[in-house]
């Protein structure tokens, strides 16, 4: 235990970067104008909270760098979500039962996506986007939204993990 004081902490700009990059890629105008998610801090909040749980799936190790790496871009995604909800005018006591409700939908979105993608299952995909992201009835565009995340996996994948945590992310085309 001692031995973690010693341990290397990531880099500030490197979990910023990151971080930038997500949110950059959650507010792709296709997502809300082509694929019809709803274009409101709900919908806004449940893009990046996608793409969040594609990295933390990618981000998935032993290694105790790497670790340190998903949480401080963690940190920063709930960090960010906090001065949001005071931005919007929650107050200081609103603001963690909010904090509270969005990290339950977000593990919820992470422990059930993994789930599906682990097996490979694009019905589970599709119902795991269906049903976090889109009002009922409204979600014409899973298929594609599910062809897309099928796509950011397989490209993660293919990202070494001292790269991103370098700062450095791509996403599928």
Avoid: C
Avoid at 73 to 86: A, I
Avoid at 98 to 116: D, S, T, V
């Amino acid at each position: 235990m001692i031995f973690g004081v010693f341990r290397k902490k990531p880099s500030t700009e490197a979990v910023y970067a990151v971080y930038r990059a997500i949110v950059a890629q959650s507010r792709q105008p296709r997502f809300y104008a082509e694929w019809g998610v709803p274009d409101t801090v709900t919908g806004r909040f449940d893009m990046v909270s996608l793409h969040m749980a594609l990295l933390f799936r990618r981000l998935r190790s032993d290694d105790a760098d790497v670790k340190s790496f998903a949480q401080a871009v963690f940190d920063l995604f709930f960090k960010d979500m906090d001065r949001s909800l005071r931005e919007m005018g929650v107050t200081d006591l609103g603001v963690p039962k909010k904090i509270r409700q969005m990290g339950n939908i977000f593990y919820g979105l992470l422990a059930n996506l993994n789930e599906a993608l682990d097996r490979g299952e694009r019905a589970a995909v599709e119902a795991v986007l269906a049903r976090n992201l889109f009002d009922e009835g409204k979600a014409e565009s899973v298929p594609e939204l599910a062809e897309y995340i099928f796509a950011v996996a397989a490209a993660l994948e293919t990202q070494p993990l001292e790269t991103i945590a370098r700062g450095r992310i791509e996403f599928a085309a």
